[in-house]
């Protein structure tokens, strides 16, 4: 049953040209150097806490594999298992830091540019009825 259906969907989608993510080929070198350096420090915080890749994996219910794609840095591996992985160690909250818009000083000085000088009132439709 379940050869029929995916042979209907490989039908379907027969003759349709499907683009690949550019980022599949190569990621740009700062992003795959960070991630590298992620992979590294998650590593070294399970070998300080004397853990190994499958106690870590049971732990954050998934499997050896992935614990250790992230530890390489694989671009590829779940952000769900980088986040379980910072969690299980402790460093979460550094995590949650990520992208905090109140420290985004180069989009805080667009939005304060893009403001408009005074506030105008609206011609659009009311419901003043």
Same mark, same amino acid.
């Given at each position: 049953?379940?050869?029929?259906?995916?042979?209907?969907?490989?039908? *379907? &989608?027969? !003759? =349709?040209?499907?683009?690949?993510?550019? @980022?599949?080929?190569?990621?740009?070198?700062?992003?795959?150097?960070? +991630?590298?350096?992620?992979?590294?420090?998650?590593?070294?915080?399970?070998?300080?806490?004397?853990?190994?890749?499958?106690?870590?994996?049971?732990?954050?219910?998934?499997?050896?594999?992935?614990?250790?794609?992230?530890?390489?840095?694989? *671009? &590829?591996? !779940? =952000?769900?298992?980088?986040?379980?992985? @910072?969690?299980?160690?402790?460093?979460?909250?550094?995590?949650?830091? +990520?992208?905090?818009?109140?420290?985004?000083?180069?989009?805080?000085?667009?939005?304060?540019?893009?403001?408009?000088?005074?506030?105008?009132?609206?011609?659009?439709?009311?419901?003043?009825?």
């Amino acid at each position: 049953m379940l050869l029929i259906e995916s042979n209907l969907v490989l039908a *379907a &989608f027969k !003759g =349709i040209h499907m683009r690949r993510n550019q @980022l599949f080929a190569a990621q740009p070198y700062p992003v795959e150097s960070a +991630l590298k350096r992620l992979g590294a420090n998650l590593r070294k915080a399970r070998i300080r806490r004397r853990l190994t890749i499958a106690q870590v994996a049971e732990k954050i219910g998934t499997g050896v594999r992935a614990v250790m794609d992230a530890e390489k840095g694989n *671009a &590829f591996t !779940g =952000i769900a298992v980088y986040a379980s992985l @910072l969690w299980q160690y402790d460093l979460l909250r550094e995590f949650e830091d +990520l992208a905090n818009p109140l420290k985004d000083k180069h989009g805080i000085a667009l939005a304060d540019r893009n403001e408009p000088e005074r506030a105008r009132h609206s011609r659009g439709l009311d419901n003043d009825f």
